[in-house]
């Protein structure tokens, strides 16, 4: 962009945001592409319920190695470039995988997505730490996360249309073409809040005005390790990040191998969760926010808000209970309002924590936590389905959070109650 006779825009932190929620929303629906196809593939390809869980859980392994990789590379790169080239190519992985019909390739490419993928967690927070005062970070990331949900919601209708009117394969490639637009359009809109010739000296000085003092040292995670406030980010996203990986992957199988809908119903009904997710991600900046307005340190009041939503997402812990699949929709609906109220709530937190030049770093290692918790989770549901059912995971997915929120009240240092709130 040339910083001559460029308008000045109002508010412009906010069309950022908004930017990067557009990323979020076709992350999560390049993402979320391979579980709505699952019942379509598993038939066409002569898949295994062993083999698919295979495919399904190495995405979390290598999006736990992405969560540090990508970290390091956007703190290091910078936002514009580094964001830009991992857009395009967990893009292409998704678009590749049309190309295979056995389950080993197809696992190689979602360990690429995954790897790629893990890149708008550091990237998000990272625009929020330097695009936002401390007040809105809860917000901010609530926004920027509404795209999880969106993506999530708007994959059921369109990959059942691709498969519909096409066949599985194409699924994959009109949501990973969709990607690649997106990165042109981020490398070509974004820039800093130092090199932006669109934001006005007022905002600017507004979101520099309470930053977590810049140190000189780099972000090294080997010397972050030791803290525990690193500890009681991740954690909490151990045991979380589970609950995420079920509703996207398994979720649709559930529905169609146990409650017996068919596509099109899946089309019509798997998406509702991600639209209450929605409201949990715009929730938990708004009860944060609140908290905060009243008093309440924005620290304990991320704590509050997340212990609220765990004590909802006992919710999922009924879904194997009820015999009315309507009812369980709904209690899938509950956790998926709940699991992004608390997911924000606590990915929101590393701005809280850290100065900025190591948010995405530790936004990153959480990330890490968080897919390892996945990754275990979604390998052991897929041994052992077969054998015990879905219910007692359902039950764990329940109460897990539960456990998360105790972490997070443990491992952080009270903070003063002297302290302000945040000025906005």
């Not at 514009?80 to 295979?100: D, E, G, K, P, Q």
């Amino acid at each position: 962009m040339d910083k001559v006779n460029v308008v000045k825009i109002k508010k412009l932190r906010w069309y950022i945001i908004s930017l990067v929620m557009l990323g979020t929303i076709i992350n999560y629906l390049a993402r979320s592409t391979l579980g709505v196809a699952a019942p379509e593939m598993m038939k066409t390809l002569n898949l295994s319920s062993e083999q698919y869980s295979w495919i399904v859980s190495v995405f979390p392994f290598t999006y736990a190695i992405g969560g540090i990789a990508c970290g390091f590379v956007i703190d290091k790169f910078g936002l514009r470039i580094s964001f830009a080239v991992l857009a395009a190519l967990w893009s292409l992985c998704n678009m590749l995988t049309a190309l295979f019909s056995t389950w080993f390739p197809i696992a190689a490419l979602r360990g690429g997505l995954g790897l790629t993928e893990a890149a708008f967690n550091p990237a998000g927070m990272k625009v929020t730490a330097e695009w936002f005062p401390a007040k809105e970070r809860g917000l901010a990331c609530g926004v920027y996360s509404l795209g999880t949900s969106v993506g999530a919601m708007l994959a059921p209708p369109l990959v059942v249309w691709a498969i519909v009117n096409y066949n599985w394969e194409m699924s994959f490639v009109v949501t990973g073409a969709i990607g690649v637009v997106w990165a042109i359009l981020w490398a070509v809109l974004y820039r800093s809040p130092e090199s932006h010739p669109a934001l006005l000296k007022e905002e600017h000085e507004e979101v520099m005005a309470d930053q977590i003092e810049v140190v000189k040292e780099k972000a090294s995670l080997i010397s972050m390790i030791k803290d525990k406030s690193l500890w009681a980010i991740s954690l909490p996203r151990f045991m979380a990040d589970p609950a995420w990986g079920t509703l996207h992957y398994w979720m649709p199988l559930y529905l169609v191998t146990v409650r017996h809908m068919n596509m099109k119903e899946i089309a019509m009904f798997a998406w509702l969760p991600f639209l209450t997710a929605d409201l949990g991600c715009l929730a938990a900046g708004y009860i944060s926010k609140f908290l905060n307005n009243r008093g309440v340190h924005i620290v304990n009041a991320k704590r509050i808000t997340f212990t609220f939503a765990a004590l909802l997402m006992l919710s999922m812990a009924g879904v194997g209970f009820v015999s009315n699949v309507y009812v369980a929709i709904a209690l899938f609906c509950i956790a998926g309002f709940a699991h992004q109220c608390l997911s924000v709530t606590v990915i929101s937190m590393s701005s809280d924590l850290f100065p900025r030049q190591k948010v995405a770093t530790a936004t990153g290692f959480a990330a890490f936590t968080g897919s390892m918790g996945n990754f275990l989770f979604s390998i052991f549901l897929g041994a052992m389905v077969a054998v015990v059912g879905y219910d007692i995971f359902f039950i764990g997915l329940g109460v897990f959070d539960l456990i998360g929120a105790l972490f997070l009240w443990m491992l952080i240092k009270a903070p003063s109650a002297k302290v302000a709130p945040a000025v906005a």
